[in-house]
């Protein structure tokens, strides 16, 4: 089992450029099964999760051409052999309940089993089951797998009672080629799912109103195939422009898009951070003495993303002040926090989403777990601001999301080496 072991105190100076977004990468691999021609995308991540899911896609009969060291990936579902997927990998990550409804499109079979839970918290799939049903889809369940049939995919009408990011995708990807309308009503916003619909559209669907509450896809006979960069990570931008507030000099976070953070800059403006924005790019002076602590709620974009919680709390144990943090989102987001306090934060959780921060402390290395990914790259930064050594476990855990992580820290003058 690898580790990382981090010397904490060095100042950090240069540029660091953003990969492109896991969270786009991931649905781009299951929306392919639309077509029989290949997408070529580019800016592709190549990390744990997304590897995880073209392999999914290939033992179904997909082919894929990868080419790590250029992040392009090409990948055509020509054919497709089987409408099974193991359990084993469906386990591995939640995304993969995104395969059900562009398999059925293709098969008018899937069978899949149960994507698990997750340390954040409960993970239901209510949202999809029901969804998938409203197309016409019969759903059974035995033995932990879901086995789902159509005859012909048809448009719905569907009202999400919750705002869910993968839900959205999942049904707008179910409608591209159902026959007539489908109406998506309280969908996610995220612009990962605009860049899907504007990708798709490219390719011959006809799908309006993404990057709004309302969605209409007009479903098509076929799609063909097309070429797509990926958007860049909100969430690893926003993470290095968070780690250059805490232990920067100057910290140029590149190939990013300042608008999709827009709720992180806000916040960090009011807490003191000294930054400047570009069209693609944001330059961070750090420098702790001015932080000030502020309240934050997490909330479904265009607000402050959840996913940007733990680094954004990690910073507020620098500030000045006591400040509370509110992430309603998922049921266990705040629990690395008792990670934090291990290292010297003062942090007490009033409630599994609450958590009021007094700062500033100090905070000292030591070796800990990483529990999920965004508690996990929070705990690299712990550990980069840390007086003396950390060693954290579990890496696994920070490598689903982050490519070559330590190597492009290294670069900004980090100290810390994967053993
Ligand atoms: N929910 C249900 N029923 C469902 C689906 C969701 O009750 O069938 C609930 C969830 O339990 C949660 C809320 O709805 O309380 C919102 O969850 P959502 O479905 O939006 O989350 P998600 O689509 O599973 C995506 C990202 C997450 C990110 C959230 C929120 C992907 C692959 N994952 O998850 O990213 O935190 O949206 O923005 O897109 C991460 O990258 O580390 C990560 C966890």
């Known amino acids: 089992m690898s580790q990382f072991q981090i010397v904490g105190g060095k100042k950090l100076e240069g540029e660091i450029e953003v990969k492109g977004a896991k969270n786009a990468a991931l649905k781009v691999v299951a929306a392919s099964f639309l077509a029989k021609y290949p997408f070529k995308v580019s800016n592709f991540p190549f990390i744990e999760d997304t590897c995880r899911m073209i392999e999914m896609a290939e033992s179904v009969g997909v082919k894929t051409k990868k080419n790590k060291n250029e ?12 409408s099974r997927f193991s359990k084993e990998l469906t386990n591995k990550l939640r995304s993969s309940i995104l395969f059900a409804g562009p398999m059925l499109a293709r098969e008018k079979e899937v069978e899949i089993a149960h994507p698990g839970g997750c340390v954040i918290g409960k993970r239901p799939i209510d949202l999809f089951i029901e969804g998938y049903k409203k197309f016409g889809v019969i759903v059974r369940e035995r033995d932990s797998y879901f086995i789902m049939k159509v005859k012909r995919l048809r448009g719905a009408r569907i009202f999400f009672p919750r705002v869910s990011v993968t839900a959205t995708e999942a049904m707008m990807m179910t409608a591209v080629l159902a ?67 805490l232990a920067g000099k100057e910290v140029r976070v590149k190939k990013m898009n300042p608008l999709h953070i827009e709720a992180l800059l806000v916040m960090l403006k009011k807490a003191g951070v000294r930054f400047r924005v570009f069209s693609d790019s944001v330059t961070v002076v750090g420098s702790t003495k001015r932080l000030r602590a502020v309240n934050i709620q997490t909330h479904e974009y265009p607000g402050f993303a959840t996913d940007l919680q733990p ?41 599994p989403h609450r958590v009021t921060v007094s700062g500033p402390s100090k905070l000292f290395g030591r070796r800990i777990v990483s529990p999920d990914l965004r508690a996990g790259i929070t705990l690299v930064l712990a550990g980069l601001i840390a007086k003396g050594m950390t060693v954290i476990d579990n890496i696994y855990q920070i490598d689903r999301g982050y490519e070559k992580i ?14």
């Open 311 to 351: 680094p954004f709390t990690l910073l507020m144990t620098q500030a000045k002040g006591i400040c509370l943090i509110h992430d309603p989102i998922f049921d266990g987001r705040l629990m690395f926090t008792d990670i934090l306090n291990s290292m010297g934060a003062n942090i007490i959780m009033n409630d």
């Open 71 to 82: 992040n392009k990936l090409v990948i055509e579902a020509k054919n497709i052999n089987q």
């Open 179 to 245: 026959d007539g309308v489908t109406e998506l009503r309280n969908a996610a916003m995220e612009p990962e799912i605009s860049m899907l619909a504007n990708f798709l559209n490219s390719c011959g669907a006809r799908i309006s109103g993404a990057g709004t509450p309302n969605i209409t896809i007009r479903g098509v006979k076929e799609i063909s195939g097309g070429e797509l960069e990926l958007i860049p990570d909100r969430i690893e931008a926003g993470t290095f422009i968070i780690l250059g507030a």
């Open 406 to 419: 330590e190597e492009r820290l290294q670069k900004l003058g980090a100290e810390i080496i994967r053993t």
